[in-house]
C-alpha cells in the first residue's frame, strides 16, 4: 500500500469549505494550474469529481459533503499537532509529576517547592519518590519526571542535565559534644581521633569523606555504616559519633546540632536537575523545571 500524500487533506479543506477552485487556489496561494492539477489528485484519489459543474458555478457532491466536516476536524487536528507548544494554562492544568531524589532533598526544598507549584497551579500534584540508585531506567520508561543528583560519569549519555547548586560535606555533632565542649576548634587530629558514621547505599566502607583523606595518606574511625544522611544524623544528635553529610541537603536536619567545616579539603558536590529529552520540549513539564531551578537558588 503506497503511502498517502498528507498535504492533499490541506487542498481537500481548502475545495471543500471555499466551494470553488479560484477561491481555494488563492486560499492556498497556489496557480489555477496548480489548483487543478491538485484537484485531479484529489479526484483520483478519493474516487469521486467532488465538485462539478452547475450552471456558472460547482457544487459539492454528496461525497464531498460527507467529507467536508470529518477533513477539517482532521486539518485542525494536524495544525494543533505541528504547531509549537505554549504555556500551559497553569490555574487549570491537572498532573502528577513524579520526582526522584537523593535523600535530603525533600526535607530541605520540599516544603518551598510545593507551595511554589501550588501557589501557580493549584491542582498540579507533586510525588516525591526516594533515589535509591542512579540507575535511569525509570526516566527512560516514563515513571519519573525529573531526578535530582550527582551527575557521574556512568550517567546515560542521551539524559539532559541542569546545574542546580553546589554543595559541601560538613562534620556534625549533637550540641553538647564532648569535642565540642573541649573546644569548638575541631583539629584534624580531634576529628580522626573520634568515631565516625559511614553512609553508604551499598554498603561500602569508603565514601568520598574517605577518598579525600587517602589521598592525603590518612584514614577515620568508622564505627558503623548507614544507607543515609538522615540515619547518620538521627544516630549522631543521640551519641559522640561525627556525621560527615552534604551541608545544603541536610540542613533543616541539622538543626539543634553543631556543624563545622572539616578539617580538610574536599571538592565541591555539583548537584543537578536531570530529565529524559522526550519531555524537553513539553510546556508543563519546562515550568516545573523552571519551579525547582528557582527553589533551590533561593538562599
Given at each position: 500500500m503506497s503511502t498517502p500524500d498528507f498535504n492533499l487533506l490541506i487542498t481537500l479543506d481548502a475545495v471543500l469549505s471555499e466551494g470553488s477552485v479560484a477561491k481555494a487556489a488563492r486560499r492556498l496561494r497556489l496557480s489555477p494550474s496548480a489548483m487543478s492539477r491538485a484537484l485531479a489528485r484529489?479526484?483520483?484519489t478519493t474516487g469521486d469529481?467532488?465538485?462539478v459543474r452547475a450552471g456558472r458555478?460547482?457544487?459539492a457532491t454528496p461525497r464531498a459533503l460527507e467529507l467536508r466536516e470529518q477533513v477539517s476536524h482532521l486539518v485542525q487536528a494536524v495544525?494543533?499537532?505541528?504547531?509549537?507548544?505554549?504555556?500551559?494554562?497553569l490555574s487549570r492544568l491537572q498532573r502528577t509529576f513524579v520526582l526522584r531524589c537523593s535523600?535530603?532533598?525533600?526535607?530541605?526544598f520540599g516544603a518551598k517547592l510545593i507551595q511554589q507549584t501550588l501557589h501557580q497551579a493549584p491542582s498540579v500534584r507533586l510525588c516525591f519518590m526516594a533515589k535509591a540508585d542512579k540507575d535511569s531506567q525509570l526516566l527512560r520508561d516514563g515513571k519519573v519526571d525529573l531526578e535530582t543528583g550527582v551527575i557521574s560519569a556512568d550517567?546515560?549519555?542521551?539524559?539532559?542535565?541542569?546545574?542546580?547548586?553546589?554543595?559541601?560535606?560538613?562534620?556534625?555533632m549533637r550540641a553538647d559534644h564532648p569535642l565540642r565542649i573541649k573546644s569548638n576548634n575541631i583539629t584534624l587530629r580531634r576529628y580522626l581521633?573520634?568515631?565516625?558514621?559511614?553512609?553508604?547505599?551499598?554498603?561500602?566502607?569508603?565514601?568520598p569523606v574517605d577518598f579525600a583523606l587517602q589521598e592525603l595518606g590518612l584514614e577515620r574511625n568508622i564505627t558503623t555504616i548507614v544507607a543515609g544522611f538522615s540515619t547518620a544524623l538521627v544516630l549522631?544528635?543521640?551519641s559522640d559519633m561525627i556525621a560527615s553529610v552534604p551541608e545544603r541537603h541536610t540542613g533543616n536536619l541539622r538543626d539543634g546540632m553543631h556543624s563545622f567545616a572539616l578539617p580538610f579539603s574536599m571538592p565541591e558536590i555539583a548537584v543537578a536537575l536531570i530529565w529524559h529529552p522526550r519531555m524537553q520540549a513539553d510546556p508543563a513539564h519546562r515550568w516545573l523545571r523552571d519551579i525547582v531551578l528557582a527553589t533551590c537558588r533561593i538562599p
Open positions: 484529489l479526484r483520483e469529481p467532488l465538485l458555478g460547482l457544487v495544525e494543533t499537532v505541528l504547531r509549537p507548544t505554549t504555556a500551559p494554562d535523600e535530603g532533598f525533600v526535607e530541605n550517567m546515560s549519555p542521551e539524559l539532559r542535565t541542569q546545574a542546580l547548586f553546589k554543595d559541601r560535606f560538613v562534620g556534625v581521633a573520634s568515631q565516625h558514621i559511614g553512609i553508604s547505599r551499598e554498603g561500602m566502607i569508603s565514601g549522631a544528635r543521640t
